[in-house]
């Protein structure tokens, strides 16, 4: 009889485990490949928690719930409305029920795409998990109703004496940092974050003057842009090289040009005006410049040299300066990495 009791014991136990590690397997929504690809990034991140952030946010799109959606948001977007834009507005105000259902339909990720986070429905949003914190945010959202914030007058182009200034001649800061880091190091700046950006309040004070350097590895680099060096061809994103012939297109509200270094390698380089900045403010980013600010706009700048990667995007201050009679410059007086904290900059000094 013992043994019965012992025997009727074991196979319930072994029916409740088993029902316990169906139910246990039913809950588990990522694979063990996505596991292995979690360990790839150094388990940063776990594949059921972020899988579990995507039904979170489906859930509030479902629920149109408008302000929760943008309190995951850390900061402003990348991509996508302000917060100040979206507040006191209704779901269908910001987002189409197209759009709506398109990430409904969706499935939540286990995994990133790469280095650059997870995303719903191709993009429409993308989310991350920042391990400092320990916490899951949405950095961009797509197909959004967009913010006009330019000026219905403003010009397509920058020009100066009846010429169109061309994209590469702005200078940004590499995704690398490098140009900045040898300005940094040469003039021995040791606020490099504050340098970065607000590049025009150590132009003329730190950095003595508007000339080019040479770097480390011997090519000559530039903050402040020749105009006159420009217009000529002979500068490309902080690289002072040969002249080569700039042919710009004009496209919607945008400045193109391409510069090929072969027949298969080709850059592509594009900005648009997005907003005139106060020639006051303009003197006042660049306070020791000893020149006379003639126009400065905000503008959004960027290259593309092909793959998966796309636009490399920067939103600065420029400003053009005149130091004497035959020498103007073009200078970057406040660099953003967003577009929106650009907006929100802008919107505060006026």
């Not at 403003?154 to 590469?168: A, C, D, F, R």
Request: hydrophobic share 35%; proline share 4%; aromatic share 14%.
């Amino acid at each position: 009889m013992k043994n019965v009791h012992i025997l009727i014991f074991t196979i319930l136990f072994c029916l409740n485990s088993s029902l316990t590690f169906s139910k246990e397997k039913r809950i588990l929504n990522c694979l063990e490949k996505d596991k292995e690809y979690a360990e790839f990034w150094k388990n940063y991140y776990d594949p059921e928690e972020a899988y579990n952030f995507g039904e979170n946010i489906k859930k509030l799109v479902k629920e149109k719930n408008l302000k929760s959606i943008f309190d995951l948001v850390e900061g402003e977007l990348t991509s996508g409305p302000r917060k100040e834009f979206v507040n006191n507005k209704n779901f269908s105000d910001i987002f189409s029920n197209k759009w709506r259902k398109r990430l409904l339909e969706s499935k939540s990720p286990c995994s990133p795409v790469g280095w650059r986070g997870f995303m719903l429905d191709n993009g429409s949003i993308w989310f991350n998990k920042n391990k400092d914190k320990n916490k899951w945010y949405i950095f961009s959202i797509l197909g959004a109703e967009e913010e006009s914030i330019s000026e219905k007058k403003l010009p397509i182009g920058w020009k100066v004496s009846e010429k169109i200034i061309p994209p590469q001649c702005f200078s940004t800061q590499w995704m690398s940092g490098d140009n900045y880091e040898e300005f940094a190091q040469k003039f021995e700046i040791k606020n490099y974050k504050d340098f970065s950006k607000n590049p025009g309040k150590y132009l003329g004070a730190k950095i003595p003057n508007l000339e080019p350097i040479t770097a480390s590895w011997a090519d000559k680099i530039y903050i402040a842009a020749s105009l006159n060096k420009c217009l000529k061809g002979n500068l490309t994103n902080g690289h002072i090289g040969v002249s080569t012939d700039i042919d710009i297109k004009i496209s919607k509200k945008s400045i193109k040009t391409k510069i090929c270094s072969s027949k298969f390698s080709c850059t592509e380089y594009a900005y648009n005006i997005l907003s005139k900045v106060p020639l006051k403010k303009c003197k006042k980013l660049a306070p020791y410049i000893n020149g006379k600010c003639e126009e400065s706009f905000l503008i959004s700048v960027g290259n593309y040299g092909g793959g998966s990667m796309g636009w490399n995007m920067s939103y600065n201050i420029y400003g053009l300066f005149s130091i004497n009679v035959n020498r103007k410059f073009i200078i970057p007086l406040k660099n953003f990495n967003k577009k929106n904290n650009a907006v929100n900059y802008l919107k505060g000094i006026n």
